[in-house]
């Protein structure tokens, strides 16, 4: 079950990407909403990865988490900044339009 949370975090990573990419080719009027669920996915991969790295102090398993920690970082703080950039970019393109 554990086992899960790595792809659980890789799923909602993606899904915080795809959210706002989406919204920018389609020109949807709710862009607030597209930005509040991805940077929600944003927030639920980066607890996976938190829940995960406790699992491992946990059961002790200070080898892996001396292999992984370096990956995870680097890819929790891509994860944050590129989830960022997309939805800032959003936020410039479309605050000035009303949604109906």
């Known amino acids: 079950m554990v086992g899960l949370l790595n792809i659980g975090s890789l799923v ?18 709710s862009w607030a909403a597209f930005s509040v669920m991805s940077i929600s996915a944003c927030a639920i991969s980066l607890c996976f990865q938190i ?8 059961i002790g398993d200070w080898t892996a988490l ?3 920690m370096g990956g995870v970082a680097f890819s929790a703080a891509v994860l944050l900044i590129v989830t960022v950039v997309l939805n800032v970019t959003t936020l410039l393109l479309y605050r000035g339009k009303t949604q109906s």
């Open 12 to 29: 909602f990573g993606l899904i915080a990407w795809i959210l706002p990419a989406v919204h920018l080719q389609r020109h949807a009027k």
């Open 51 to 58: 829940f995960n790295t406790y699992h491992l102090v946990k």
């Open 66 to 68: 001396m292999d992984i």
